[in-house]
Nanobody
Framework: QVQLVESGGGLVQPGGSLSLSCAASGSIFSIYVMGWYRQAPGKQRELVATITTDGITKYADSVKGRFTISMENAKNTVFLQMNRLKPEDTAVYYC??????????WGQGTQVTVSS
């Protein structure tokens, strides 16, 4: 089993920045993808960004150029730097982990609210 602890959510004004982090613990061997998804009110959960252990990244079109995902392998931690935030970015952000030993895991979610 993998436990994911997310932090960094909060309230920010449009144009501002936030940084999210997610630390994985437990059976964290063989992790090869970590990432972030989000779910806004009335919408389905959607991919925000993922990163593989060899550094390959993928971003949703809506966040390209504004968000940056990174991973610290030694601590099994994934980060999401969010810049130039827009009200449309308001959502619950969920950490995601995939490992080669079969398993997909989700964090509990952290609220990001972009509002004046």
């Amino acid at each position: 089993q993998v436990q994911l602890v997310e932090s960094g959510g909060g309230l920010v004004q449009p144009g501002g920045s936030l940084s999210l982090s997610c630390a994985a613990s437990g059976s964290i061997f063989s992790i090869y993808v970590m990432g972030w998804y989000r779910q806004a009110p009335g919408k389905q959960r959607e991919l925000v960004a993922t990163i593989t252990t060899d550094g390959i990244t993928k971003y949703a079109d809506s966040v390209k150029g504004r968000f940056t995902i990174s991973m610290e392998n030694a601590k099994n931690t994934v980060f999401l730097q969010m810049n130039r935030l827009k009200p449309e970015d308001t959502a619950v952000y969920y950490c995601y982990v995939k490992r080669l030993v079969p398993g997909d895991f989700w964090g509990q979610g952290t609220q990001v609210t972009v509002s004046s």
